[in-house]
Nanobody, 126 residues
Framework: QVQLVESGGGLVQAGGSLRLSCVAS????????MGWFRQAPGKEREFVAA????????YYTDSVKGQFTISRDNAKNTVYLQMNSLKPEDTAVYYC???????????????????WGKGTQVTVSS
């Protein structure tokens, strides 16, 4: 059974940092793309960043480029999202997702990902 389990969310002041983790289990993810999405109250889920598990190529939505960094640790089967200089508008539930690389044509399309975690809350106070 595939599981994606996020952790690392919390309450932080504006300008602070958090590192989210997503531990993946239940299958081999070497041919997968792993992504982070977020959903703020009253808004649609939006793409944040993605990484190819094999090779490590990364992709970001424009609004977080230079602020967030996605990475992975193959030995730990874990994907990270380092978030710096956080702003109140970064407040959201952050979700980890995984999908096979051959099916993900557009990294930002949530429906192309097969597996999802339950999310972790990030709250940035002003």
């Amino acid at each position: 059974q595939v599981q994606l389990v996020e952790s690392g969310g919390g309450l932080v002041q504006a300008g602070g940092s958090l590192r989210l983790s997503c531990v993946a289990s239940g299958r081999t993810f070497s041919n997968y793309v792993m992504g982070w999405f977020r959903q703020a109250p009253g808004k649609e889920r939006e793409f944040v960043a993605a990484i190819r598990w094999s090779g490590g190529s990364t992709y970001y939505t424009d609004s977080v480029k230079g602020q967030f960094t996605i990475s992975r640790d193959n030995a730990k089967n874990t994907v990270y999202l380092q978030m710096n200089s956080l702003k109140p508008e970064d407040t959201a539930v952050y979700y980890c997702a995984g999908g096979p690389v051959h099916r993900i044509v557009v990294f930002s399309t949530a429906t192309q990902y097969d597996y999802w975690g339950k999310g972790t809350q990030v709250t940035v106070s002003s």
